[in-house]
């Protein structure tokens, strides 16, 4: 099936899509088609409008700040792939952007296209959130920023507004010194261009690496496609908070993530391995989290 018909526009500035936004019935935006043009194409999505982002360059590109990076929203998975400002400190982002299908869909694909989105099988939402992530959105009047733990509402469905566009993505270095945090992206795909069944995103932040036993200060665990928005289990970190990783604990965070989750079951995998697959993707993370934090 072709997509019904629409009118393109391609602005060159935020300030000139804001305004398509502003004045254009059943707009929609396109960013790098990856999604959108599948939802088209079966006539899910019907638009009389497409405002495409892919002129306008001031979305585009990574920038560090004292206290954080600030994200584009057009930036694609491939540049967060391979940024390598973004290995250093937050390792999770580029492993998260590589485990996105194949290189086309990543070379293509952007982070402001997946938060918009909002797919809770998403990697950068779900990474997002455990990096305690916020999203700066913007229209014609306003410019606000939400934390990425309020943004999604309930499947699929978020708090960006009709004329809103998500301008870019900020997250913190502050809380997560390289030195002695650990983090980690882990997903189980049946195939390597399928969504995954469940993927965890772990931190872990120790007191002191170089101790025999060091003490986890802080643990932050989420979850994508464990629930219908992604999903973060602080019962499980506050196990883990205090003392060393151990497997008793470990245990139990696996125990508490499986029962947390509430996964819709899909045609290979039902909702009771799914619940499984999570208690074990946290606690997978979590070790290898706990490693990265050690060494
Ligand atoms: C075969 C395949 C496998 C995939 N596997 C994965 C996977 O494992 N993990 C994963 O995370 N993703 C996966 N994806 C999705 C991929 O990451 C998409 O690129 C992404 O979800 C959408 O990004 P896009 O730039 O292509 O957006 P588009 O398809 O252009 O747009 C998607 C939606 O976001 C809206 N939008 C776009 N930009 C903005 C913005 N700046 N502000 C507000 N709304 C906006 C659009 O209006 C549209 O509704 C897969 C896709 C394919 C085709």
Same mark, same amino acid.
């Given at each position: 099936m072709k997509p019904a018909p629409?009118?393109?526009?391609r602005p060159e500035t935020v300030t000139e899509v804001l305004e398509?936004?502003?004045?254009?019935?059943?707009?929609?935006l396109l960013a790098g088609n990856q999604s959108l043009g599948i939802v088209m194409a079966n006539r899910l999505a019907t638009p009389d409008h497409l405002v495409d982002l892919n002129g306008v360059d001031e979305l585009v590109g990574?920038?560090?700040? $004292? $206290?954080?990076?600030?994200i584009g929203a057009m930036t694609t998975h491939r540049t967060l792939e391979r940024s390598e400002r973004l290995?250093?400190?937050?390792?999770?982002?580029? *492993?998260?952007?590589?485990q996105i299908a194949g290189p086309s869909v990543r070379n293509q694909g952007t982070i402001g296209g997946s938060i918009g989105e909002a797919d809770p099988a998403g990697n950068y939402p779900t990474a997002l959130l455990a990096l305690e992530g916020s999203l700066t959105l913007r229209s014609l009047e306003e410019?606000?920023?939400?934390?990425?733990? $309020?943004?999604f509402i309930a499947y699929m469905f978020t708090d960006l507004r009709e004329e809103e566009l998500v301008e870019s993505v900020t997250v913190p270095t502050d809380p997560v010194p390289p030195e002695r945090t650990g983090m980690a992206f882990l997903e189980l795909k049946p195939a390597?261009?399928?969504?995954?069944?469940?993927?965890?995103?772990?931190?872990?932040?120790v007191d002191d690496?170089?101790? $025999? *036993?060091?003490?986890?200060?802080?643990?932050?665990?989420?979850l994508a496609n464990a629930s219908d928005v992604p999903l973060r289990v602080e019962d499980a970190e506050s196990i883990l908070e205090g003392e060393p990783l151990s497997e008793e604990s470990l245990e139990e965070v696996a125990t508490t993530v499986t029962d947390a989750v509430d996964p819709e079951g899909e045609m290979h995998a039902d909702r009771e391995y799914k619940e499984e697959v999570a208690g074990e993707y946290a606690r997978r993370s979590l070790e290898t989290s706990y490693e990265r934090a050690c060494n």
């Open positions: 629409f009118t393109h526009h398509l936004l502003a004045e254009l019935e059943d707009a929609e990574i920038e560090e700040t $004292d $206290d954080g990076f600030q290995a250093e400190r937050l390792p999770m982002l580029p *492993e998260a952007a590589e410019r606000r920023t939400v934390p990425v733990s $309020d943004y390597a261009q399928t969504w995954p069944t469940v993927s965890a995103a772990t931190v872990v932040r690496p170089a101790a $025999d *036993e060091p003490v986890v200060e802080e643990a932050r665990v989420a």
